[in-house]
């Protein structure tokens, strides 16, 4: 070997040994930090006292309270008897209690009611389980800024039991739908986890943490670490970490602090980016009247969130594609982007998957646009038009598309079907887009001419399923309603045969006049 | 009906039956021994690597066939008997065609080296030569690669994805310097060297020697060093595969002999693709590509043939590409290793030694000949018209914006390349016209 061919060689060593031990501790305080979390599932009593009970009483009415009053004194220990007494008090109590109420006041009374080594030390735990899993994920992400050169890493994606559908990437996605299942259904089986978070929550908006404050923190603080992994992956694309710095400004800021702080001045608060129909009770009675009557600032969101739906939605998809919106700016494609991106290579690319997609992402659209004008039929006459459907037609949605839809299939089904599931399959707002973008818009994918090898790492690593290289081998450019513009194809293409960009909205499909194009 | 038989389901053959279906309803059967399906041949390393399974570099969903009536046999013609138009398959059965294509591909070269046909010596062709790459990477140590072309580099990124530190043993002064530009290959050597490859350029192969085992232990180079290794990849070119003509009454000569049509000495018999061997006027080299694109091309050409309206292949402006570990590289037009006669180059390189652009262009009137571009992508249709209107190397370079075709936000290099060329040429001041993207092109 010359000298420089024994510098690289040992000096890359050298490093990747380094790497080797910073990820190996990086995941083993993952490790605990994920235990800790779980296990504090399983922590602590449930003793009702007065103390307790006045403290759900922002929360929970004071008949309720009354109503449990004989419990006083309890003590349980298992989260499932506390709760099955607390039930029967309260409906012993009001028989006509409707399963929402019922929900809320047992999340309250039940976590307020916890007691021992976790309540006493929320913090602490916080950082053992939440901070300590972070900081693992850190020192597991951090040292991939500095390993190997800039490029693309693919390699050994299908080899891996994680994000090629095996042992651990089943696993990944029955946590994930547990996650989901109890968050969604079953709130107070997590009281304990919820109080986890009281003091951060208590930090940023000055109330005690519930299940959507959990929620909201873990989702943000996801995206951020998952989001450094995805500038470690692309460090050499100026696309992706322009798009990975708005996505996290958006759930950081825009989703998550701005709202916090809204609350803490105790105005009306709202994710300013959550167009309808993602935002699908935009148009019910309470949403409407509790923006209207929460004053100017109450009445500039409600406005704001009807320009923002009805004319920067389009417009901007007219001129740079549904990108902007779903992959630069939207929370759930946030999420997609970054905890999602190691699961894109799972998505269907067949012909199949396409007509299904193509039907279900309509049903649901329509599915929004009717229940919309029924809400809007109801609000504006007073009650009196659908008078018993808008509601019940709400409840449905919310259960169906709303949580188990977009959560528990949308998030939980990332390792089984990629990250996009819900994006592709269910979004009601992305179907406006791709309509939009299809029809009339400025942005397309370009081939470039017939350098195309079809190998088909573009369709590979579409998260949308589409089947890029189906264009691209016949130097088509790709305009498809789907396409949320991630970039990966154009990355990952080895002949440099994509670019995302915007034109002149005509001629967008014309075929160049190549003889060299098949 | 008539019957349209092709052997091989590369993509020459594939593309002829495609086309002709788009343009008759003849009966087309494909006959081919390596796979069912037609895979993508370039994506083999892919596979290996674990960035796609072999499933998702079929270009064609498995219903694609049956859909458009095209049979598909998974056989081996052993022989053509062109007197009766019949085909003889491995397994005695005979098949009758009236048009015959024969794309039968590329087989991998062997310089009779002692010791290569060794287990754990191999090339990279097929999909048989990747399970045995499968087998012998298990416990390799180390791989030797002999031979620097793509396929040699591609086997080099391949043994790195699987960790198998790889030593590449080069007959040139540096890499690929029989193809690429002294400059240019000096940057795809650097590269190679940065990835921790042991490149050992001026270094032949002398011989392979067998373990205890039978397998590959190891090579001796012609300085006499033995290097130990398990995996011997042999990578120094592909030859036209002409096996299954050879026994017959179809020309050869290092290819299947064709002539501009495709089509060779026997009517209703035709050739195309990487085992094609186009025969050129008296003193020309005859002309055989072993190029995807090449094929793809013929193919389409010679389905409009074998439809009625005899047509001829033409190349056009040429056009390459290929990928160096992480570096991308494009071609377009001609950029020969040296300068040709009444040549002059203008070449580029960014301060990180990963890039560059290299243009070549008449001494005389400075009409621009080939383009080479390393690190940054270009738009092969600009490409193709600049080089077609024969424009000149200044009219390009002031235009180059408009040709880039990397990705929204990455950096723009052509200020620094202007700048350049202005340095270069002291009596010039150009100026660079125009924005990156499309809508320079139309309106400008
Ligand atoms: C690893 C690798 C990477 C490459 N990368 C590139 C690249 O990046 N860009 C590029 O332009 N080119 C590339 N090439 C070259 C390109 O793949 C070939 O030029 C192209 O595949 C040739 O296509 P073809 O259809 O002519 O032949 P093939 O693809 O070889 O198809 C011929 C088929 O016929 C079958 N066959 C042969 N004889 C018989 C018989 N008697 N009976 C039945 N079946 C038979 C063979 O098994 C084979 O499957 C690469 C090649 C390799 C090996
Ligand atoms: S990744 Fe590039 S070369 Fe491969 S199939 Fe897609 S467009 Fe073609």
């Known amino acids: 070997m010359t000298p420089i061919q024994i510098m690289h060689s040992t000096h890359s060593t050298h490093n990747e040994d380094h790497f080797r031990l910073f990820k190996t501790i990086g995941l083993a305080v993952f490790f605990v930090g994920i235990l800790v979390f779980i296990s504090s599932l399983f922590l602590g009593d449930y003793q009702i006292t007065q103390q307790s009970l006045q403290a759900s009483e922002d929360r929970v009415s004071a008949e309720r309270l009354q109503a449990l009053q004989p419990l006083i004194g309890t003590t349980f220990s298992s989260k499932h008897n506390a709760l099955a007494q607390i039930s029967s008090a309260i409906r012993a109590a009001d028989p006509q209690i409707d399963d929402y109420n019922l929900g809320v006041t047992k999340f309250w009374i039940l976590k307020n009611a916890t007691t021992g080594l976790l309540k006493e030390n929320t913090f602490f735990y916080f950082l053992l389980s939440v901070i300590l899993a972070a900081v693992g994920s850190l020192l597991y992400i951090v040292p991939q800024f500095y390993e190997g050169l800039p490029g693309i890493k693919h390699n050994n994606i299908w080899f891996s039991t994680a994000m090629a559908r095996g042992a651990v990437g089943i696993t990944i996605g029955t946590l994930f739908i547990g996650f989901y299942v109890l968050l969604y259904w079953f709130p107070q089986y997590i009281v304990n986890l919820v109080l986890l978070f009281d003091p951060v929550s208590y930090f940023i908006r000055d109330l005690p943490a519930d299940q959507w404050f959990l929620y909201g923190f873990l989702y943000t603080l996801t995206i951020i670490v998952m989001g450094l992994r995805m500038l470690a992956k692309y460090r050499h694309s100026r696309y992706h970490i322009i798009r990975t710095f708005s996505i996290i400004f958006f759930q950081l800021i825009i989703a998550f602090l701005l709202p916090s702080f809204l609350e803490r001045l105790s105005l009306p608060s709202m994710d300013l980016k959550n167009a309808w129909p993602l935002n699908y009770y935009f148009f019910t009675d309470w949403h409407i009247n509790s923006l209207w009557g929460g004053g100017t600032f109450g009445q500039f969101i409600f406005i704001w969130g009807m320009v923002l739906s009805f004319i920067v939605v389009p417009v901007l998809t007219y001129f740079y594609g549904k990108r902007w919106y779903c992959s630069w700016v939207c929370g759930c494609g946030g999420l997609a982007e970054t905890l999602g991106d190691p699961f894109r290579q799972l998505s269907n690319k067949s012909l199949r998957a396409w007509k299904v997609e193509r039907f279900s992402i309509h049903s649901v659209l329509i599915f929004a646009v009717v229940m919309t004008v029924m809400q809007i039929a109801n609000y504006s006459s007073d009650g009196a038009l659908f008078a018993n459907y808008t509601w019940r037609v709400n409840q449905a949605y919310s259960f169906l598309i709303g949580a188990a839809f977009a959560g528990v299939v949308g998030t939980g089904f990332y390792p089984f079907m990629g990250n996009r599931v819900w994006c592709r399959f269910g979004c009601p707002i992305a179907a406006i887009l791709g309509i939009v973008q299809r029809i009339k818009s400025r942005f397309r994918i370009t081939t470039n001419g017939g350098q195309c090898i079809s190998c088909g790492n573009c369709s590979t690593y579409c998260e949308m399923g589409i089947d890029v290289r189906a264009y691209a081998q016949r130097g088509e450019n790709i305009v498809r309603a789907s396409c949320v513009g991630c970039g990966v194809c154009a990355a990952v293409c080895p002949r440099g045969v994509l670019r995302l960009e915007n034109g002149p909205a005509e001629k967008r499909f014309n075929l160049p006049e190549m003889q060299a194009v098949n | ?427 010039q001041k150009l100026h660079l016209q125009g924005r990156r993207g499309l809508f320079n092109n139309i309106f400008a």
């Open chain 2, 1 to 427: 009906m008539e019957h349209l038989v092709i052997i091989g389901n590369g993509i020459t053959g594939v593309t002829v039956a495609r086309h002709v279906r788009k343009r008759s309803d003849k009966k087309i059967t494909i006959i081919s021994a390596e796979s069912e399906h037609f895979f993508s041949r370039p994506a083999l390393m892919y596979i290996f690597m674990g960035h796609m399974r072999y499933k998702d570099t079929k270009p064609y969903e498995d219903w694609f066939w049956e859909k458009n009536r095209i049979e598909l046999a998974n056989d081996f013609v052993t022989e053509i008997d062109t007197d009766n138009k019949t085909l003889i398959l491995k397994a005695g059965a005979k098949m009758q065609y009236d048009q015959l294509v024969i794309a039968t591909g590329s087989v991998s070269n062997k310089f009779g080296w002692p010791g290569q046909d060794l287990p754990g010596v191999q090339g990279l062709y097929s999909l048989q030569d990747l399970q045995l790459l499968e087998q012998s990477s298990k416990n390799a140590q180390r791989a030797v690669i002999v031979g620097g072309g793509l396929i040699g580099i591609e086997m080099a990124e391949m043994c790195l994805a699987r960790i198998i530190p790889v030593t590449m043993l080069v007959r040139e002064k540096s890499y690929w310097d029989n193809i690429l530009p002294q400059r240019e290959s000096q940057l795809i050597t650097r590269h190679i060297l940065e990835h921790g490859i042991d490149l050992r350029c001026e270094t032949n192969l002398k011989e392979i020697i067998a373990g205890a085992d039978g397998r590959t232990c190891a090579v001796i180079t012609d300085t006499g060093e033995e290097i130990s290794c398990k995996i011997v990849g042999l990578t120094p070119g592909v030859s036209p595969n002409v096996a299954v003509v050879k026994n017959s009454k179809i020309e050869t000569g290092r290819g299947i002999l064709v002539n501009d049509f495709l089509e060779t000495n026997i009517p209703g018999v035709y050739a195309a693709g990487d085992c094609a061997e186009i025969v050129t006027p008296e003193d020309e080299r005859n002309k055989i590509e072993q190029l995807w694109y090449t094929g793809r091309m013929q193919g389409k050409a010679l389905a409009k043939t074998l439809c009625g309206e005899r047509t001829e292949h033409v190349r056009g402006i040429w056009f390459n590409s290929a990928k160096f570990l992480d570096i991308e590289y494009q071609t377009y037009g001609f950029v020969g290793n040296v300068p040709r006669e009444g040549e002059s180059s203008f070449y580029w390189e960014h301060a990180d030694g990963r890039m560059c652009l290299h243009m070549v262009y008449n001494a005389e009137n400075h009409q621009l000949v080939g383009v080479n571009v390393f690190g940054i992508r270009m738009r092969h249709n600009l490409f193709e018209k600049w080089l077609s209107e024969k424009r000149t190397l200044a009219y390009v370079i002031r235009h180059l914006r408009q040709a880039n075709f990397d990705p929204e936000f990455f950096t723009e290099f052509e200020p620094e390349i202007i700048t350049h060329y202005n340095t270069q040429f002291p009596g």
